[in-house]
């Protein structure tokens, strides 16, 4: 029951939320911020409960199944800290309104990550959508983007609840998520894959889907392109992992290459972009192009190694993109500006705004130590072991390019001389500190000891591993 | 054996950075004595650490302590034998000289507590280099280090030349990393482990192929760390930095990072004639390199960061062609001789508040003869004037290349020492001699002059005497079995050296002391005979003016460099970035989905519609999606 509970707090507070004034901007931040604590507790109290309703029977089995899985749990956990971090650093016009969508976004969210059912999957992955293009249209500055990025995500929902139902009419029940030895197999699994697949691409996303990503994380305020860049676009590799590797391992393994090489083209192509943007919010999003690429190759290489350092970098780089995007936009709200070309000397006023924001670029940049090397590493390894030589020296390539494109980034905003004519000029307050030290705690807590996530991915993959590798030898 | 004292020895730096870096205001000044205190701590626990970390119980040499798992095969720890004991001594030793010397060199900075919370964390990572006992760990403080030079050499971020010198030696640092990330995956792919005892105990199964796989990976680390051949160019900017980060930094132990990690993995490189060949002759290419470009440099920086870059060579070719005792000597006695060089010009550079080049100096032996003295047994010392540290380390890798069968390397590394002596007479002669050719200004800061002056003083002893303290005797020197244990042949179960070399040891010094005199008589012939010091400021011009462009532009490598990876990498991005994407893929994708048919229409009347009517759409069709599952889901 906890974890329906869990799931239907922040959605329930987000619409509560309206009967505070309207421009209460303290209380609904406070409020917001406290209901994505509670969930991140209620998360870590509910770790092994599991909550299920009978909900179709006819022409397959499908349940409202919702419980946490040991890959589900970190990623939820990491939702509902960022979360947390983002309502507590929001400033913007109509915080009510907007620490609302944040809420029933990471419920949305949260019903996603939790869900045990394909098609409760299926549901959530189509209504995350919508806090965010509302936030869009509020907040944005073009509709256009809005649509954008609803028409992109909604095609690949639409895969995605195809596949969904081919999968329930093949396999006879969706209610498979989690599950240990349920693998599906015949003609039409190809098929159903890659509707899974199509779907996951363009959340990911990966070249050359992932045009709708840029201007989107770019139009976003800063809470919600932290929650959205950093979550939202990890609803496609679970779904790998969870869906595709646990359900289809064969298929996963059989059409590993194409993917291979689409993710070493985002590998390399978000790292050059992003090497020559001038916008900081769009280095940012280039650079989770390249990072994510990475994350997808890992994924279906399917090496015990690479899948564990998939999980890990999932969560370090969840947590150093919502630090980054919120770090940016305390500069944004300093300087006036995200012009890399603008801005300049921002650490002599700021001291701990630099060290901050240096943190969370040392750790994107895969800085030795932090959580974002362990992922990285493992994952080199791993891919190595599975056979693929190649996709290794191109990631290597990329993180030559993450330490360009990260210094660039972090040196000119901080560094250089100051420059005149800014709004404000003072340093992080209390709140501001407080809504990001628990994001960078975490990537050097998980840089120094990341075993417990390490080992959670075992649990689910072995059985899928056995399977792959019988078929690889048949 | 397990030893906790070595958590305190790893960790006391690092307690330093922290209480420097977060009481920075409060502490101020008193952050310098601080940072001194706990390195000095440090290297107290190293001296008290010799007996544990030279004995050998039960097969194992040294001292280990575990730390934690990250799960099978991914076990870290500490290890402490001779030779991770030695760079603890330097790294802590010369690191608290080196600590206490800024007290003097950065007052009246101010960012002063800052520059100590970063030279305590150097500290700090380069003894998780040094420590660990496996190759995870190692790349962490592989990492850290890089890390921690980028902090100093853009210690003065509001210089764009500093923040530009700390970037490029940062990007070229992690090619480096990547270089050892990639070693680390073909040994846990082979070993399922990243200990080293267990990599080199599989060593003996590897493939000569894979091996020399594995050596050229981690030694594309250890070119970028330590400045080798086409990856040296970071070091000369790294300048930049203020003078006792060179000094410690990017002479004394970080960038000798590639030596320690060719020796700790000598039994890789043993196996593996091909490893070695490549190792030694990048090593001698860049020791003749480093030489050569050392003769056409102005600022008494660069030209120390040069000659750093031509002594490293040295030391890789000695631990590149299996020399490794000679190798990792030449370290020992480098750290002492080059700290007291860059410390040495750091009184210079701070009595003439900031000035660098050696065309506007001149006749300074009078004004301050201690610097004289103190630069004059350095420079003695790097040449390799008998009797000095520098004469016996240098020999012993110029005739370990010979021992090992490199003729030709051996011919390198004696046309390098004359070289050597050359410009760092000419460093000598143009900054002391003559007459006074600049306008200082005051130096600013008002610690007293012993701060400075005292490391300097103590710096002298081991660069002039712990050569012949140690290392004479052959293979029955101090040195020689201290070592023993980790380098001998039969330790790392190679062949060993070929027979006798047709070349003496003694007939080698002599050769090597001929070209040593040779480069010192053109240098004294060029300017310290009394018509080049009288006519000092016309030929320093003239010779200005006729350098040649190719060593100006210092063999077009940076400019190489810049073109193939930089400016490419760039154009890509443009070209993606600016057409590929919004006119090739999103076009294509709003072809078909905006332009097109109903869609289009359909997205255009909602353009000028309002935020709640798109609320309205949007709710309404979710809601009924939900009813009509809820309703399908109990209709039976």
């Known amino acids: 029951m906890i974890v329906l509970v869990t799931i239907l707090l922040p959605i329930a507070?987000?619409?509560?939320?309206?009967?505070?004034?309207?421009?209460?901007?303290?209380?609904?931040?406070?409020?917001?911020?406290?209901?994505?604590?509670?969930?991140?507790?209620?998360?870590?109290?509910?770790?092994?409960?599991?909550?299920?309703?009978?909900?179709?029977?006819?022409?397959?089995?499908?349940?409202?199944h919702f419980g946490a899985t040991p890959i589900s749990f970190w990623i939820a956990l990491l939702l509902a800290l960022c979360t947390a971090s983002a309502i507590a650093a929001t400033r913007v016009n109509r915080t009510r309104d907007f620490t609302a969508l944040m809420l029933m976004l990471e419920g949305t969210m949260l019903g996603l990550f939790l869900a045990r059912d394909l098609l409760v999957f299926a549901l959530f992955w189509d209504l995350m959508l919508l806090p965010v293009f509302f936030a869009l249209i509020g907040w944005g500055e073009h509709v256009a983007t809005a649509w954008r990025y609803f028409i992109y995500n909604f095609?690949?929902?639409?895969?995605?609840?195809?596949?969904?139902?081919?999968?329930?009419?093949?396999?006879?029940?969706?209610?498979?998520?989690?599950?240990?030895?349920?693998?599906?197999?015949?003609?039409?699994?190809?098929?159903?894959?890659?509707?899974?697949?199509?779907?996951?691409?363009?959340?990911?996303?990966?070249?050359?889907?992932?045009?709708?990503?840029?201007?989107?994380?770019?139009?976003?305020?800063?809470?919600?392109?932290?929650?959205?860049?950093a979550v939202q676009s990890k609803a496609g590799l679970y779904g790998f992992l969870a869906i595709a590797v646990a359900l289809m391992p064969v298929y996963v393994t059989q059409y590993a290459s194409p993917l291979i090489v689409l993710g070493a083209i985002s590998l390399i192509d978000g790292g050059v972009v992003a090497l020559v943007q001038n916008d900081a919010k769009r280095v940012v999003a280039y650079s989770s192009l390249s990072h994510l690429g990475l994350i997808v190759i890992a994924i279906v290489s399917t090496n015990q190694l690479a899948l564990a350092g998939a999980l890990v970098y999932i969560i370090a780089h969840g947590?150093?993109?919502?630090?980054?995007?919120?770090?940016l936009g305390y500069v944004e709200e300093r300087e006036g500006t995200r012009s890399l070309i603008r801005l300049g000397g921002v650490a002599w006023a700021n001291p701990r705004l630099a060290g901050a924001l240096c943190i969370a670029a040392l750790a994107a940049l895969g800085l030795p130590g932090l959580a974002g090397f362990v992922g990285e590493l493992f994952i080199v390894i791993g891919v190595y072991q599975a056979g693929y030589v190649w996709p290794v020296i191109v990631a290597l390539i990329a993180i030559v390019l993450a330490a360009a494109y990260m210094l660039r980034l972090y040196q000119d905003i901080m560094n250089g001389p100051q420059v005149e004519d800014v709004p404000v000029r003072r340093d992080l307050t209390w709140r501001e500190g407080l809504a990001v030290a628990p994001l960078l705690a975490a990537l050097v807590l998980l840089g120094v000891q990341p075993s417990a996530i390490l080992a959670s991915v075992s649990s689910v993959t072995s059985g899928a591993h056995a399977a792959a590798s019988m078929e690889a030898q048949r | 054996m397990t030893y906790?004292?070595?958590?305190?020895?790893?960790?006391?730096?690092?307690?330093?950075?922290?209480?420097?870096?977060?009481?920075?205001?409060?502490?101020?000044?008193?952050?310098?004595?601080?940072?001194?205190?706990?390195?000095?701590?440090?290297?107290?626990?190293?001296?008290?650490?010799?007996?544990?970390?030279?004995?050998?119980?039960?097969?194992?040499?040294?001292?280990?302590?575990?730390?934690?798992?990250?799960?099978?095969?991914?076990?870290?720890?500490?290890?402490?034998?001779?030779?991770?004991?030695?760079?603890?001594?330097?790294?802590?030793?010369?690191?608290?000289?080196?600590?206490?010397?800024?007290?003097?060199?950065?007052?009246?900075?101010?960012?002063?507590?800052?520059?100590?919370?970063?030279?305590?964390?150097?500290?700090?990572?380069?003894?998780?280099?040094?420590?660990?006992?496996?190759?995870?760990?190692?790349?962490?403080?592989?990492?850290?280090?890089?890390?921690?030079?980028?902090?100093?050499?853009g210690f003065w971020f509001d210089r764009p030349s500093a923040v530009a010198a700390a970037r490029k030696a940062f990007v070229i640092n992690v090619v480096g990393d990547v270089g050892v990330m990639f070693a680390i995956a073909l040994i846990v792919a082979n070993v399922h482990s990243i200990g080293f005892s267990d990599t080199f105990a599989g060593a003996a199964t590897f493939s000569s192929g894979l091996l020399f796989a594995?050596?050229?990976?981690?030694?594309?680390?250890?070119?970028?760390?330590?400045?080798?051949?086409?990856?040296?160019?970071?070091?000369?900017?790294?300048?930049?930095?203020?003078?006792?980060?060179?000094?410690?930094?990017?002479?004394?132990?970080?960038?000798?990072?590639?030596?320690?990690?060719?020796?700790?993995?000598?039994?890789?490189?043993?196996?593996?004639?091909?490893?070695?060949?490549?190792?030694?002759?990048?090593?001698?290419?860049?020791a003749l390199l480093g030489a050569i470009l050392g003769t056409a440099q102005w600022d008494i920086k660069r030209i120390l960061a040069y000659s750093t870059m031509s002594q490293i060579g040295y030391m890789i070719m000695g631990v590149g062609v299996g020399a490794y005792e000679g190798g990792v000597a030449h370290f020992f006695?480098?750290?002492?001789?080059?700290?007291?060089?860059?410390?040495?010009?750091?009184?210079?550079?701070?009595?003439?508040?900031?000035?660098?080049?050696?065309?506007?100096?001149?006749?300074?032996?009078?004004?301050?003869?201690?610097?004289?003295?103190?630069?004059?047994?350095g420079v003695l010392s790097i040449c390799g004037f008998p009797g000095?540290?520098?004469?016996?380390?240098?020999?012993?890798?110029?005739?370990?290349?010979?021992?090992?069968?490199?003729?030709?390397?051996?011919?390198?590394?004696?046309?390098?020492?004359?070289?050597?002596?050359?410009?760092?007479?000419?460093?000598l002669f143009i900054t002391f001699l003559g007459e006074y050719r600049g306008e200082a200004g005051t130096p600013h800061g008002h610690a007293p002059a012993w701060i400075m002056n005292a490391p300097v003083a103590i710096l002298v002893v081991p660069s002039v005497a712990i050569g012949a303290a140690l290392m004479i005797g052959g293979d029955s020197s101090p040195?020689?079995?201290?070592?023993?244990?980790?380098?001998?042949?039969?330790?790392?179960?190679?062949?060993?050296?070929?027979?006798?070399?047709?070349?003496?040891?003694?007939?080698t010094s002599v050769i090597v002391l001929i070209c040593v005199a040779v480069g010192f008589a053109v240098a004294w012939y060029r300017y310290a005979t009394p018509v080049a010091q009288a006519d000092a400021v016309e030929r320093l011009r003239s010779e200005t003016a006729h350098m040649p462009p190719v060593l100006t532009n210092l063999f077009y490598v940076d400019a190489a460099i810049d073109l193939i990876f930089v400016q490419s990498a760039q154009f890509l991005g443009t070209i993606s970035g600016r057409v590929v994407d919004p006119a090739v893929l999103d076009g294509a994708v709003r072809e078909a989905a905006f332009s097109a048919g109903w869609l289009g229409a359909v997205v255009r009347s909602f353009q000028t519609g309002l935020v709640r009517a798109y609320a309205l759409l949007l709710v309404a069709g979710a809601a009924g999606f939900i009813v009509y599952y809820a309703l399908a889901g109990t209709a039976h």
């Open chain 2, 214 to 286: 594995i050596c050229l990976a981690l030694f594309i680390g250890a070119a970028a760390k330590s400045a080798q051949v086409p990856l040296h160019t970071w070091l000369p900017d790294a300048m930049e930095g203020p003078t006792p980060v060179s000094a410690l930094i990017h002479a004394a132990t970080m960038v000798t990072a590639g030596v320690y990690l060719v020796a700790r993995c000598a039994p890789l490189w043993s196996r593996n004639p091909e490893a070695q060949l490549l190792v030694g002759t990048i090593g001698g290419l860049t």
């Open chain 2, 479 to 507: 040195w020689a079995r201290f070592f023993a244990p980790l380098f001998a042949p039969q330790a790392l179960l190679a062949p060993s050296p070929a027979a006798t070399p047709p070349l003496s040891e003694g007939l």
């Open chain 1, 13 to 64: 507070a987000g619409g509560l939320l309206y009967l505070l004034p309207r421009e209460d901007r303290e209380r609904s931040r406070l409020a917001g911020t406290l209901v994505a604590a509670a969930t991140f507790l209620m998360l870590i109290a509910g770790r092994d409960q599991e909550w299920s309703f009978r909900w179709l029977s006819r022409p397959f089995t499908a349940a409202f």
């Open chain 1, 319 to 327: 947590l150093f993109t919502a630090a980054l995007f919120i770090l």
């Open chain 2, 388 to 427: 000095f540290s520098g004469f016996f380390s240098k020999d012993e890798v110029i005739y370990g290349a010979l021992q090992h069968g490199h003729p030709w390397l051996y011919a390198v590394g004696i046309l390098t020492a004359g070289i050597t002596a050359y410009y760092m007479f000419r460093l």
């Open chain 2, 4 to 153: 906790p004292l070595l958590l305190a020895l790893w960790l006391a730096p690092l307690a330093s950075a922290v209480i420097c870096w977060a009481f920075g205001p409060q502490l101020r000044t008193r952050s310098g004595w601080l940072a001194s205190g706990f390195v000095a701590l440090s290297f107290a626990l190293a001296v008290a650490s010799w007996p544990a970390g030279t004995q050998s119980a039960g097969g194992a040499l040294g001292a280990h302590q575990r730390l934690f798992s990250w799960g099978p095969g991914f076990d870290f720890g500490l290890l402490l034998d001779p030779l991770s004991l030695l760079w603890t001594y330097i790294i802590t030793g010369v690191g608290f000289l080196i600590v206490f010397y800024s007290i003097g060199y950065m007052d009246g900075d101010r960012a002063f507590a800052r520059f100590f919370a970063y030279m305590s964390f150097f500290v700090f990572a380069m003894l998780t280099l040094v420590l660990s006992d496996n190759f995870v760990g190692l790349l962490v403080g592989w990492g850290l280090v890089g890390l921690a030079s980028y902090f100093l050499i």
């Open chain 1, 155 to 229: 095609a690949g929902g639409l895969t995605l609840l195809l596949a969904t139902a081919a999968f329930g009419v093949i396999y006879g029940s969706t209610d498979v998520i989690g599950r240990g030895g349920a693998h599906l197999v015949g003609s039409w699994a190809p098929w159903i894959y890659a509707g899974f697949a199509f779907a996951f691409l363009v959340k990911t996303p990966i070249w050359p889907l992932h045009t709708w990503m840029p201007p989107t994380y770019t139009a976003l305020p800063p809470p919600m392109a932290a929650v959205v860049g």
């Open chain 2, 333 to 377: 006695t480098h750290a002492f001789f080059k700290a007291q060089l860059f410390l040495t010009s750091g009184l210079i550079i701070h009595a003439l508040s900031d000035e660098q080049d050696i065309r506007r100096m001149g006749g300074l032996w009078k004004r301050m003869p201690f610097a004289f003295w103190a630069m004059l047994t």
